[in-house]
């Protein structure tokens, strides 16, 4: 059973995602009509089960899967799981599939269709892993997307991706879902038209258990192919894997608009109106760009600067060394309109008498007391190889008590700051601790984060470091999910030579030193032919996203323009490092940018990203489209215009605009 809904991308009706998932209301009441229809066949070893777009089988000697389209295609969703499974057990049809086990792996499996996607779930009665599912293995397979950051679409030929990752590339490397993807996803286009148009086909898959699941690439045969282990681990809780396969239209953001529309019908997509209700200031960070300010920049004169070069909204930050922004910077900044927050993490502990940083020194014996230990005692080691990382289930004890993270959110607001960003509480970089009294797995973790994020952001506009999407109904801003990392990168920020370091105090070479990326770095994440929006087509609308806080838009001058089209493509903000003599000299510039930007996020910044394509057969032009026509922006990466579009040039349409609003970045600072 297959809804009736609204054509959204490619050339023809389609009823699968993306078309299906990027229209909310009508998804989740019309696929979950698939839940009453018959519940498919059994033939021999062959179950099949329908799903939205056409039908699944899954074999279960095997748990090979392929599927059947409506318009006639074949395609294989995975191929048997890595490593084979053993000699199935009996297979017991259910009211919506089957159930079947794995003796000799301790597995037992059950088959659904749910919502028109096929659910596959596995329940371990002892410790082990499986390498299932194995994508890419369809001679048609053209692309594969990987929520790297931002988002990637990798052609499965591309030479680049497919070298060692060693050198960049993706073959023999490894990423943990849990820890490293933005969203716990990947997808798969087969025979795609150059035009990503969605006049394709293609698969989605969704790991709701993204602790303990990795994804591993290899070049076979030049092609690249993904598969996905999970461990299977009851001291970490992760006895349980779930994996849910969509059929698309294709289209390159299709698996996020697949998952966008699951934590819909699950309940867990926020929303950015919401939290404007529940805390209007949130509304000031529509039309805003980013921005940690040092020296001069940290004053009232400072903010009197921007705002008299026309800046009218910004979102100020401040480390949380000597020299905080005070009380009266913090009201001309709220006077201005302007968003004002401490950086502050809870996540690091180091000795209070030698810490290095005040966020790091506690009162009592938060240090060492609260440490993270591993199974053999030792303290998890923290920020910068210094410490130890803090235990979030030992705060949550001590908190209705000790009152450790009230008392710190207190004092760094004392100056009336309206905003906070809380490092790395968002992240994928969750812990299992063994400490005394306060032991947890890796989702306890995850889920005592929650609970301190949330009761921040009832009264504080409030962002972490590069967020996952269990984030999303908590924040309402993110720095960093906007940058596809490479490793290469990580490598570079360690050479403080060329990076730059903590110095100058008040202007620190690692956020002001402009920066040359390496070749195969700029290419993995900054070429535009590779970049597609699936963190914005799964939460625009849920939070604002921006790039990593020490990437701002002056560090890295060669990719200035293409960053530059991409926020603006993605309706994101730019992030900066101020001081006083870079707004005197870069001021304009911003202003400039901030002027172009701020109506159109204003109209869009709430709204649902409901179409990416590419125009050109080289992906060098690129569309988006938010709020089902409510703003329309399109994009020249190229050096020759296109349909009237000079290169690097962008073009963005307001509804009710008779003229496109046009801007070519690279003008603004000859």
């Known amino acids: 059973m297959t809804p009736n809904l609204p054509k959204t991308t490619g050339r ?62 074949q395609m294989v969703l995975s191929a048997p799981a890595d490593g084979g499974l053993g000699a199935p057990g009996p297979v017991t049809r259910t009211a919506d599939g089957a159930r079947w086990s794995y003796p000799a792996k301790g597995l037992k499996v059950t088959a659904s269709s749910e919502r028109g996607r096929l659910r596959i779930n596995m329940r371990a009665d002892r410790d082990g892993s499986v390498s299932w599912p194995v994508t890419g293995t369809d001679r048609a397979a053209s692309a594969v997307q990987l929520p790297r950051g931002e988002g990637l679409d990798i052609p499965v030929r591309d030479r680049f991706w497919n070298r060692s990752a060693e050198k960049g590339g993706l073959a023999g490397g490894s990423v943990d879902v849990g820890g490293e993807l933005a969203l716990p996803l990947w997808g798969y286009s087969m025979g795609r038209g150059t035009g990503g148009s969605g006049d394709g ?112 909204r910004m979102w100020l930050g401040y480390d949380s060394g000597p020299g905080p922004m005070n009380a009266q910077a913090v009201r001309a900044a709220k006077k201005a309109g302007y968003l004002v927050g401490p950086y502050d993490t809870f996540a690091n502990g180091q000795d209070p008498k030698s810490a290095d940083s005040p966020a790091s020194a506690w009162p009592r014996r938060v240090y060492p ?9 030792t303290p998890e080691t923290g920020f910068g190889n210094r410490g130890c990382y803090l235990s979030s289930r030992a705060f949550e004890k001590a908190e209705p008590t000790k009152h450790y993270l009230a008392d710190r959110t207190r004092t760094m607001v004392a100056n009336g700051a309206d905003s906070y960003f809380l490092d ?203 709020g089902n026509g409510k703003l329309t922006v399109t994009a020249n990466f190229g050096t020759k215009a296109q349909g009237g579009l000079p290169g690097g040039c962008i073009d963005a349409k307001l509804s009710g605009d008779r003229q496109p609003r046009r801007l070519c970045p690279a003008q603004l600072n000859r």
């Open 424 to 626: 790395v509480d968002a992240t994928g970089e969750l812990f299992r601790d063994h400490g005394k009294g306060h032991q947890m797995t890796k989702a306890g973790d995850r889920a005592m984060r929650l609970a301190r994020m949330q009761r921040l952001a009832k009264n504080l506009v409030l962002g972490s470091e590069s967020s996952q999407a269990w984030a999303n109904k908590v924040l309402a801003f993110n720095h960093g999910s906007g940058t596809p990392v490479a490793d290469g990168l990580w490598k570079l920020e360690r050479d403080k030579k060329t990076w730059g370091g903590y110095f100058p105090e008040k202007a620190p070479g690692a956020f002001f030193k402009p920066v040359q990326l390496p070749a195969e770095v700029a290419t993995a994440m900054y070429d535009p032919k590779y970049r597609v929006p699936l963190y914005e087509t799964a939460l625009h609308g849920s939070l604002v996203n921006a790039e990593r806080w020490e990437l701002s838009y002056e560090k890295l001058p060669a990719q200035k323009t293409t960053r530059a089209l991409l926020a603006m493509l993605y309706n994101t903000p730019l992030n900066y490092v101020l001081d006083g003599p870079t707004i005197t000299k870069n001021g304009p510039e911003l202003a400039a940018l901030q002027k172009y930007f701020s109506p159109l996020h204003r109209a869009a910044g709430t709204e649902q990203l409901t179409s990416f394509r590419w125009l050109t057969g080289d992906r060098t032009v690129q569309r988006t489209v938010f």
């Open 201 to 312: 086909a293609g698969v989605s898959y969704l790991t709701p258990t993204d602790i303990g699941t990795s994804l591993r690439f290899a070049s076979t045969g030049g092609r690249l192919r993904a598969t996905a282990a999970h461990a299977f681990d009851a001291g970490e809780g992760t006895r349980d894997y779930d994996v849910s396969f969509s059929l698309t239209d294709g289209n390159p953001v299709a698996p996020a608009a697949d998952y966008r529309s699951y934590l819909a019908q699950h309940g867990q997509l926020g929303s950015l109106r919401k939290k404007i209700r529940k805390n209007p200031a949130n509304a000031k960070l529509l039309g805003a760009f980013h921005a940690y300010v040092w020296g001069d920049a940290r004053t009232a004169s400072g903010v009197e600067k921007l705002k008299q070069l026309g800046v009218d």
């Open 12 to 73: 023809r009706r389609t009823t699968r995602v993306l078309a299906a998932s990027l229209a909310l209301s009508a998804t989740t009441i019309g696929v979950a009509g698939c839940d009453s229809a018959a519940a498919g066949t059994l033939e021999g070893s062959r179950l099949t089960l329908p799903v939205a777009g056409g039908t699944a089988v899954v074999d279960t000697a095997s748990l090979a899967v392929s599927a059947h389209t409506e318009d006639g295609q």
């Open 369 to 377: 007391d609260f440490c993270v230990r591993k199974a053999d005692g």
